[in-house]
């Protein structure tokens, strides 16, 4: 496994990683339309994606061909992951832990580090309660970002 900045020509695998989990959304929304084309305090996600290329704080794990197995982006500013997401296809702990823990890396280590995920019960998705528990991150909140209710993690110093 190779993680390797996110380019502008990456956008693509990272829209059809995004899309992996849209059915898990839809079991908490009936429309994606704000998930994806944001709000008044959040952007659409394309924009999103070219902003954190663009602050090279994205990062895309790949094996060997250039599958996309996971991505990971963050803010250095706010010390909180923006988006991890891992394809079903692949092995999720060994893929998500390197992620979480490249992000970490970058992050200032010194200050609470944050992370939210979608509040789906799907097995899928409590994989990564599992993950960030074992890395060290306690429930925060519940709170909702584009229309999705979302649980929020943070893991102290």
Do not use: C
Not at 102 to 124: Q, R, T
């Amino acid at each position: 496994m190779i993680i390797r900045p996110v380019s502008e020509a990456d956008i693509p695998k990272w829209t059809a990683l995004s899309r992996e989990y849209d059915r898990y959304i839809l079991e908490l929304v009936s429309d994606l339309s704000e998930w994806y084309g944001g709000n008044d305090t959040s952007p659409a996600f394309d924009e999103y994606m070219t902003a954190k290329i663009r602050q090279r704080e994205a990062f895309i794990a790949v094996d060997e061909t250039d599958i996309n197995l996971g991505i990971i982006a963050f803010s250095k500013k706010h010390n909180r992951i923006t988006f991890f997401g891992v394809s079903h296809r692949f092995d999720f702990y060994v893929v998500g832990r390197e992620l979480i823990r490249f992000a970490l890396a970058e992050l200032d280590d010194a200050k609470p580090v944050y992370i939210g995920k979608i509040a789906g019960s799907s097995p899928f998705i409590r994989q990564f309660r599992e993950l960030y528990l074992t890395l060290g991150f306690t429930f925060s909140h519940s709170a909702t970002e584009n229309g999705v209710p979302v649980n929020k993690y943070v893991r102290v110093p």
